[in-house]
């Protein structure tokens, strides 16, 4: 069965870091480009950044810098490196896979597979 669960959430400090991570079965990492997303209150989920199925990053212009994904294909697991977090980078964080998505600005509806959401509290 396809799962993406994702770990990590926690409470920082402004300046802090954070790694989440999501660990994928039931499809390959290297078939899919992998988005990560954050979410706050009600607000849509914006783009923090992607990687492609070759593993080649891009980011939003808010995070580059600052983030860092990377892919651990033996592991089968994706990792969002957050450092320098800042208090505009709260909120409820997703990963998702896509088979047919191309880049960081592609609609959320293009992804196949969800992560369930970890929460990112930064505090000042």
């Known amino acids: 069965q396809v799962q993406f669960v994702e770990s990590g959430g926690d409470v920082v400090q402004s300046g802090g870091s954070l790694r989440l991570s999501c660990t994928a079965s039931?499809?390959?990492?290297?078939?899919?480009?992998i988005g990560w997303f954050r979410q706050a209150q009600v607000e849509e989920r914006e783009p923090v950044g992607c990687?492609?199925?070759?593993?080649?990053?891009s980011y939003a212009n808010s995070v580059k810098g600052r983030f860092t994904i990377s892919r651990d294909i033996a592991k089968n697991s994706v990792t969002l490196q957050m450092n320098n977090l800042k208090p505009e980078d709260a909120g409820v964080c997703y990963c998702?896979?896509?088979?047919?998505?191309?880049?960081?600005?592609?609609?959320?509806?293009?992804?196949?597979?969800w992560g369930q959401g970890a929460q990112v509290t930064v505090s000042s």
């Open positions: 998702a896979a896509g088979l047919v998505v191309r880049g960081i600005l592609e609609d959320t509806q293009k992804y196949d597979y």
């Open positions: 039931g499809f390959a990492l290297d078939s899919v480009t």
């Open positions: 990687i492609s199925s070759d593993g080649r990053p």
